[in-house]
């Protein structure tokens, strides 16, 4: 298997009130709801950085297409990254996501590892971090 990730998909409860967060919500461009002439074809994409796409799909769409059982979600199993260019930006984007309706699970503040970052979770409960990293460099 190659060091290669194109999609990340996250399972969402309601389609419609997902896209409003992230369209509306934090900003991200997308063409909106398309598939929907298809069953269970209903999906969002956002085209992110470096030929990385964020994908919504609803949860009972996902499940039936891979063939696994509806479980309880579990909003520790993974982050999502997100890395900016300073401290202020992080401040930003976590009172955007607020804004918006997610959670705050930790308020921006620095971290042990040198860096400043705080989390929310969506509507759907999918844990973001926001981050800055001095050691990074954020491409455009």
């Known amino acids: 298997m190659k060091q290669r990730i194109k999609i990340i998909t996250l399972a969402v409860r309601d389609l419609e009130r997902s896209l409003a967060f992230y369209r509306d919500g934090m900003g991200l461009r997308t063409e909106g709801i398309i598939g929907t002439e298809f069953e269970d074809g209903a999906v969002v994409f956002f085209e992110m950085n470096d030929d990385l796409i964020l994908a919504l799909w609803p949860r009972t769409s996902l499940v039936k297409d891979a063939k696994i059982p509806v479980t309880p979600g579990c909003p520790s199993d ?39 970052a705080g989390y ?11 981050a800055w990293n001095p050691q990074w460099v954020v491409k455009e």
């Open 120 to 130: 929310f979770q969506d509507l759907d409960g999918h844990l973001w971090e926001i």
């Open 78 to 116: 993974f982050s999502i990254g997100h890395i900016v260019h300073s401290k202020q930006e992080v401040d930003a984007i976590i009172k955007q996501a607020e804004r918006a309706g997610a959670k705050i699970t930790d308020p921006p503040h620095d971290r042990f590892w040198g860096g400043y």
